[in-house]
């Protein structure tokens, strides 16, 4: 199974990033699939998470500003961010194989990209 993480960056605050993760088709299909985040110092902590009806759930924290999609024909996932915060700064991590959108111990872990956001 591959999580092929790729998007991260540098962004002002208040910018915008968008996030994609390519992942393995039985790693995909018909699994919730979602993005976590670890920022320097704290635990990884739970973003979005989109399941094959395109149901989502998001962290209070990123309500609002943040948008999970999937893209079923290219097993793909995407996560677009907008009006971005500095404490949105961490290593995000794209994860599959949930069993469902509320799943916090997911199957697979992708390898990680790095957002930065600058004050």
């Known amino acids: 199974v591959q999580l092929q993480a790729s998007g991260g960056g540098l962004a002002q605050a208040g910018g915008s990033l968008r996030l994609s993760c390519a992942i393995s088709e039985r790693a995909f299909r018909p699994y919730a699939v979602g993005w976590f985040r670890q920022a320097p110092g704290n635990e990884r902590e739970f973003v979005a998470s989109?399941?094959?009806?395109?149901?989502?759930h998001y962290a209070d924290s990123v309500k609002g500003r943040f948008t999970i999609s999937r893209d079923n024909a290219e097993n793909t996932v995407h996560l677009q961010m907008n009006s971005l915060k500095p404490e949105d700064t961490a290593i995000y991590y794209c994860?599959?194989?949930?069993?469902?959108?509320?799943?916090?111990?997911?199957?697979?872990w992708g390898q990680g990209t790095l957002v930065t956001v600058s004050s």
């Open positions: 989109v399941n094959w009806r395109d149901q989502t």
């Open positions: 994860a599959a194989g949930m069993t469902t959108i509320y799943d916090r111990t997911p199957r697979y």
